[in-house]
């Protein structure tokens, strides 16, 4: 009897069990679904080789009360590998730390419209997981959550996220674009390293700071970036390293440009600033030793604020910089500026869009066709954004058209006999 005292007594790792499903009681009306054993994987029936296909209730009864379903619990279904699909209910607040970390046969997740927290690590090496809807509810992605999804090939943050943690999508290598709405606030570190096929970035997050030792994008292949017309700053090392992308258009919404925003953005061969810009911040183009055309149409670069190496590493023997109509000679003695051999003051914006003479010789012909298309062809320097939408483009090729048949018209008309 004695040794019989002595040894462990072993408790259940749950309150109780309804269909299948384990469960711990928060309070008298509302349970987390728990693990069945404290070990890979946590559901004996779900680590074999029959699929299953799981529907979460939004209540269970038991024993006599009728309990609202609010969490998945801590390591749920922790290498759960033969469950296919999940969906979870309405009913349904949070998704804990490592839910359904290592369920590698999940292919799909339905989350209902109530969560508002993905836990650390809750669905991390889903290998299997090929698209998720994260829905309007959620506010915060933690750290590591989808860590390790190579199967996922697409992904939609809603405008209620404002916090995604660090290596929120780490080596999620079937993603190919992605969109950061502008209600992120806080970015963690390395968020999409090593999704090497990530191509497409459109970024609207207000963040101010982004970890230059770990900056959120390496490791992907972004070649097309798009910044929000919202945004009035550009973020601290939000491209660092983005070797593959080759042009950036900052919008007329943006008044700086963070430090080492585009930190050895090597393969970046033109950048177009605007005249809304009053603060560049140190390094912000450093190491960008592709580029060949800057186009800066700031008109008065006096007014300013640099910091150091802003343009540090970049060839001013051979980047052209393009500056407004009549500025050339400011910018040949603002410092940083000044230190380009090749100052061309070509910008013309506000072109009069009733007579666009975009190549300046006084008549409005195919040679304004020709100066808008070959602006288009050197990269959209947006030397001759005819319709002032802050992009060169087929647009301003349309609008310089317009107004010539348009014209043309007008001029047949009056030949006509009376």
Avoid at 62 to 87: H, K
Avoid at 126 to 146: A, D, E, H, K, M
Wanted: hydrophobic content about 35%.
């Amino acid at each position: 009897m004695l040794l019989a005292a002595m040894l462990p007594v072993t408790a259940a790792a749950y309150d109780f069990k309804v269909g299948g499903l384990c469960y711990n009681r928060n309070n008298d009306t509302s349970v987390t679904v728990t693990y069945e054993q404290n070990r890979d994987p946590s559901y004996t029936a779900l680590g074999g080789d029959i699929t299953i296909a799981l529907t979460i209730p939004p209540s269970v009864y038991y024993d006599g009360t009728t309990y609202t379903v609010t969490s998945i619990g801590e390591e749920a279904f922790w290498g759960c590998t033969s469950l296919t699909s999940v969906t979870i209910p309405d009913s349904v607040t949070s998704i804990e730390y490592r839910a359904f970390e290592g369920c590698t046969g999940l292919t799909s997740v339905t989350i209902g419209n109530s969560v508002s927290s993905i836990g650390y690590e809750a669905f991390s090496y889903c290998y299997g997981l090929t698209s998720i809807s994260i829905p309007n509810s959620v506010t915060s992605i933690s750290g590591f959550t989808f860590y390790g999804c190579s199967g996922l090939t697409s992904m939609n943050i809603p405008d209620s996220v404002t916090s995604i943690g660090d290596q929120a999508f780490y080596n999620c290598s079937g993603l190919t674009s992605m969109t950061i709405p502008n209600s992120v606030t806080s970015f963690g570190n390395h968020v999409f390293d090593g999704c090497s096929n990530l191509t497409t970035l459109t970024w609207n997050a207000r963040c101010v700071n982004l970890n230059s030792r770990f900056p959120p994008f390496s490791g992907t292949s972004i070649n097309t970036l798009i910044i929000g017309n919202e945004l009035e700053y550009v973020a601290r090392c939000l491209c660092k390293g983005m070797s593959n992308l080759t042009n950036v258009t900052i919008p007329n919404s943006v008044t700086s440009i963070g430090g080492e925003a585009f930190w050895n953005c090597s393969g970046l061969t033109s950048v177009t600033i605007p005249n809304s810009v009053t603060g560049i911040e140190y390094y912000a183009f450093g190491g960008c030793t592709g580029l060949t055309d800057i186009y800066s149409k700031i008109k008065d670069v006096t007014k300013l604020a640099m910091g150091g190496g802003v343009f540090s590493g970049v060839s001013e023997w051979t980047c052209r910089l393009h500056v407004p109509v009549g500025t050339a000679e400011m910018y040949r003695t603002a410092a940083q500026w000044r230190d380009f051999a090749f100052i061309l003051d070509d910008i013309r914006d506000g072109v009069d869009p009733e007579f666009p003479d975009v190549n300046g010789d006084n008549a409005l012909d195919v040679g304004d066709v020709n100066a808008v298309l070959a602006d288009i062809l050197a990269g959209g320097g947006n030397v001759y954004d005819v319709n002032g939408d802050g992009n060169v483009d087929v647009g301003d090729v349309n609008a310089v058209l317009i107004v010539i048949l348009s014209r043309a018209a007008t001029v047949a008309r009056e030949d006509l006999p009376e």
